[in-house]
């Protein structure tokens, strides 16, 4: 349980009565250690959270993604009653970790008798936001799951039904309204990656896209788009910049998942994805070949050769000694047919060995404001001006032209009906959050997982959530899979 305590001094930690641990007496200092631990879990090498395997599977569910090893490739091919047990038990568990410990300061705070009211709702805020990230991911992959929310106390207290999954977004609204209530407007940069208004706000507007809401969502997403200058936001103009793996931050950042580039402190991820020989290549500290695409799946093949983020995101040579030669780009295990392209958004040349690659990775930014707005304006009154706008400012800056002009070359054409709008915002979905684990959650959402798959020569999928692993099976006996 006291993993995240960054501090030895413990007197603060009450047990009254037996098993039921509260925080009293406890300092700013330590409340602040405390809060810090609590994001731990999210960021922790090994554990196979967005740092690796989770945003690996996640991304091999999306249509394009193919691998050479059966373990990634199971996934890739919708088979999820086949997924790696022991990685799905690692994932599940290290997100129920960081569940309870806000579980953990939620109830303490709420109990907590000295600490000024300020410092308590604003606690509760970051605990609440942190919590809503795990369960709103969760839902998304496991579906129907046990909705913890209050401290397990012994082990007596393990046992828990299954929650429906309304009921479960209904708790990620109320967490995200409670952390848009009572967090700041911004954090100084060495508070970079703490959960921000901002991101309260953004993190409602995607869960209420995902929910169909769209009015809901286009309001939130407003909301931060017209009070961008108040929380710091933007886009970022270089791409380069945007996914550096030694920038602490950068004006397009919400919220991100932070890596360092100090061993077991940093993302496998520019490692997976990778030529074998990325170290030679300037790529990444060592290079596994995981992940790869075929210029036969149509949002590859239709991807204009004039966005600057096609060729940062997929290449299909490297440049060792100075020759630029092919890349050895594996065959999947599926079909024994040779990669097109490895993908290449995450690169780190200097990270020292393979855990320790500086790359972050955004949950949230300022881009999916604009096209989460995009979207819900379209859907609720048609592909408006103020719904073309925000999708051409992105288009432009994918196409490395002024984001606040007009383009020939990057906007969108005029006169498209809505049905032609929501497709072409899809679409523009897929080019922006490559590999950054939205693309099969876009999918199912829509309801295009299935012909979409289909059409990039996957099987249609028979199955929408990954089941539920062995080791919850094993320890609640009121669950069922």
């Known amino acids: ?33 405390i809060l810090i631990g609590a994001y731990e879990p999210l960021t922790r090498s090994r554990g196979r959270l967005w740092e690796s395997v989770y945003s690996t599977f996640v991304e091999q569910s999306a249509e394009y993604s193919y691998s050479k090893l059966g373990l990634f490739n199971d996934v890739a091919l919708n088979n999820f009653s086949n997924i790696s047990e022991s990685f ?32 308590k709702k604003r606690a509760i805020a970051e605990a609440s936001f942190i919590r809503a990230i795990c369960y709103y991911n969760m839902v998304r992959t496991w579906g129907s ?19 429906s999954i309304e009921e479960i977004y209904d708790q990620i609204i109320q967490d995200f309204k409670t952390a848009e209530a009572d967090l700041p407007q911004s954090v100084p940069a060495n508070k970079a990656g703490r959960a921000t208004q ?20 286009k309001t939130k997403a407003k909301e931060v788009i017209d009070n961008k200058a108040l ?6 103009p270089s791409l380069e910049k945007l996914y550096s793996p030694v920038a602490p931050t950068n004006v397009e950042e919400v919220f991100a998942i932070k890596f360092t580039q100090s061993t077991n402190q940093g993302s496998f991820l520019p490692t997976y994805a990778a030529d074998e020989r990325a170290a030679h290549a300037g790529l ?6 995981y992940m790869h695409t075929y210029n036969t799946v149509p949002l590859i093949s239709e991807w204009d050769e004039n966005d600057l983020r096609k060729s940062f995101n997929l290449y299909s040579e490297v440049v ?12 999947a295990a599926s079909n024994n047919i040779k990669g097109d392209f490895f993908f290449g958004k995450y690169k780190d040349p200097d990270a020292p060995e393979e855990t320790a690659g500086g790359n972050d ?10 096209l989460i707005f995009a979207e819900a304006e379209n859907q609720i009154n048609g592909p408006t001006a103020e719904a073309y706008n925000a999708i051409n400012m992105i288009r432009r800056r994918g196409y490395g032209v002024p984001v606040d002009v007009a383009s020939t070359v990057a906007d969108l054409p005029t006169g498209l009906t809505k049905n032609e709008f929501d497709d072409l915002v899809f679409r523009e979905r897929g080019y922006e959050f490559f590999f950054e684990c939205k693309r099969w959650f876009d999918l199912k959402r829509t309801g295009r997982w299935s012909s979409i798959a289909v059409a990039a020569g996957k099987p249609e999928p028979t199955m929408n959530y990954w089941p539920i692993p062995n080791i919850e099976l094993a320890n609640n006996p009121q669950i069922d899979n």
């Open 361 to 370: 990775f955004y949950l949230l930014r300022y881009a999916d404001a604009l």
């Open 198 to 217: 901002g991101a309260a706000k953004l993190a409602l507007a995607d869960v209420y896209l995902t929910l169909g809401q769209y009015e809901l969502a």
């Open 320 to 331: 060792i000694d100075g020759q630029t030669v092919p890349a050895n780009i594996p065959v």
């Open 231 to 236: 929380y710091g936001y933007d886009l970022e």
């Open 1 to 33: 349980m006291f993993l995240f305590i960054g501090c030895e001094e413990m007197s603060f930690i009450q047990e009254d009565p037996n098993s039921d641990f509260i925080l009293v007496d406890i300092k700013e200092q330590s409340l602040e250690e």
């Open 88 to 119: 799905n038990g690692i994932i599940w568990t290290t997100f129920y970790e960081a569940i309870g410990r806000t579980n953990f300061i939620i109830s303490s705070m709420l109990q907590n008798t000295v600490l000024p009211e300020d410092l």
């Open 145 to 163: 799951i046990p909705l913890r929310i209050t401290p397990v106390a012994n082990a007596d207290e393990v046992d828990l039904a299954k929650s």
């Open 284 to 289: 990444a500290a060592r290079g596994l070949a």
